[in-house]
């Protein structure tokens, strides 16, 4: 039990394009998930914290016009990247809370953005 | 603020050989802790965690770890370690607080020779 998806697994796009990130919840309703970015050999950071029908926190330096989260619904969850430059590039990995107050968390697999 | 560090970035073991990934955290309260293992491009496998209890924790793939209040750490430990053991050990910290997110260590590179 407690499987998150992501899709795409990766993604190329061109500069100035914007890219969609999925984040399912599989077999569980999440209330909250987390969008997590990694940089090639380099830890986890965490983007913002989505939590189903209200607006996403973004952490401090985190761009919210640029990272567009959206969770409609208990199982799904979307980053975009818009306008999506080099930068932009890096492994962008989700997780989902199964219950209000929990802390552990599930993640999904990942996603691979490499931008051109 | 709750911070995780990992003061190996990059360990080097022989095959069947014992080892020991260091994670130290700061965190006000009584922290929830958990290591996780990274291949790559892949996403984050949990190898264990601690909540409560018991400070000796049992993972999978015959991981441990001990939770250590008095020096603010949480080792964790294989006694014999297998060539697909190699990949990157992340541990993190999260409490009961109003974000609830997990704050990650820089991670130990874990590379394992025959």
């Known amino acids: 039990g407690a499987v998150v998806s992501q899709h795409p697994s990766w993604v190329i796009c061109k500069s100035g394009t914007s890219v969609k990130i999925e984040c399912r919840s599989l077999?569980?309703?999440?209330?909250?998930m987390f969008w997590y970015r990694q940089f090639p050999k380099q830890s986890l950071m965490l983007m913002a914290t989505s939590n189903e029908g209200s607006k996403a926190t973004y952490e401090q330096g985190v761009e919210k016009d640029k990272f567009l989260i959206n969770h409609a619904s208990l199982t799904l969850s979307t980053l975009t990247v818009t306008s999506a430059h080099p930068e932009d590039s890096s492994f962008y990995i989700c997780s989902a809370r199964v219950l209000a107050g929990a802390t552990e968390q599930f993640f999904g697999p990942g996603t691979r953005l490499t931008v051109l | 603020a709750q911070s995780v560090t990992q003061p190996d970035i990059h360990i080097t073991v022989s095959e069947g050989a014992s080892l020991e990934l260091r994670c130290n955290y700061s965190y006000g309260a009584t922290p929830y802790l958990f290591w996780y293992v990274q291949s790559p491009g892949q996403g984050l496998q949990l190898l264990l965690k601690?909540?409560?209890?018991?400070?000796l924790v049992q993972g999978i793939k015959g991981f441990e770890a001990e939770f250590k209040r008095s020096q603010s750490s949480f080792n964790l430990r294989k006694p014999s370690v297998h060539w697909s053991d190699a990949a990157e050990y992340f541990c993190a910290v999260g409490g009961d607080t109003g974000r609830r997110a997990l704050t990650f260590g820089s991670g130990t590179r874990l590379q394992v020779q025959p």
């Open positions: 601690y909540f409560s209890g018991d400070t």
């Open positions: 077999d569980f309703q999440a209330t909250t």
